[in-house]
T-cell receptor, first 116, second 110 residues
Framework: DGGITQSPKYLFRKEGQNVTLSCEQNLNHDAMYWYRQDPGQGLRLIYYSQIVNDFQKGDIAEGYSVSREKKESFPLTVTSAQKNPTAFYLC???????????????FGPGTRLTVL | KNQVEQSPQSLIILEGKNCTLQCNYTVSPFSNLRWYKQDTGRGPVSLTIMTFSENTKSNGRYTATLDADTKQSSLHITASQLSDSASYICVVRGGDIPTFGRGTSLIVHP
């Protein structure tokens, strides 16, 4: 059953704690992305990775960190430096840009993070 | 700066009625434009995609249009159903990273 999964679906964190959101895909996609979604706002790019062991900052990378040690996995850590982390986080994957098929991004089900 | 503007921000219609959502963009260069549907608390799912040479694309009751000259797109929903209640997001890809609109929130009432 191919797809992209995120866990957990809901996550609660105390202020000052780091927390890691999981994202796994078995679509054999090279590129993976993390977005943040707030009410009334569009998706904002946090980090993206086009190849294993390489990643780039998006528009709102401050207070977040990522790793890409495996093609299938792209975990996101929300650090205590992120001032307003409560949001809905979406992970996506696609084939490598420039390789055709219109580069559709396939999204996971999302993780809702709430800071208490 | 690449931008995608969607209107209206929200829309309420009665079941069975038609509606049209708008998307204007200033993304350059242009590769393709995609409409996504996002149910509450879920990830977006692609409805249609159009390239520069395409000006209309249908997917069931959803029909998207593209005017590459004026940089406008629309998504028309025919005979709306309760399950159409969702956010509809216009996404334009130029380079490696797509640009997202803020979405139109559609509520279909019985």
């Amino acid at each position: 059953d191919g797809g992209i999964t995120q866990s957990p679906k809901y996550l609660f964190r105390k202020e000052g704690q780091n927390v890691t959101l999981s994202c796994e895909q078995n679509l054999n996609h090279d590129a993976m992305y993390w977005y943040r979604q707030d009410p009334g706002q569009g998706l904002r790019l946090i980090y993206y990775s086009q190849i294993v062991n390489d990643f780039q900052k998006g528009d709102i990378a401050e207070g977040y960190s990522v790793s890409r040690e495996k093609k299938e996995s792209f975990p996101l850590t929300v650090t205590s430096a992120q001032k307003n982390p409560t949001a809905f986080y979406l992970c996506a994957s696609s084939i490598a840009p420039g390789t055709g098929s219109y580069n559709e991004q396939f999204f996971g089900p999302g993780t809702r993070l709430t800071v208490l | 700066k690449n931008q995608v503007e969607q209107s209206p921000q929200s829309l309420i219609i009665l079941e069975g009625k038609n509606c049209t959502l708008q998307c204007n963009y200033t993304v350059s260069p242009f590769s393709n434009l995609r409409w996504y549907k996002q149910d509450t608390g879920r990830g977006p799912v692609s409805l249609t995609i159009m390239t520069f040479s395409e000006n209309t694309k249908s997917n069931g009751r959803y029909t998207a249009t593209l005017d590459a000259d004026t940089k406008q797109s629309s998504l028309h929903i025919t005979a709306s159903q309760l399950s159409d209640s969702a956010s509809y997001i216009c996404v334009v890809r130029g380079g490696d990273i797509p640009t997202f609109g803020r979405g139109t929130s559609l509520i279909v009432h019985p």
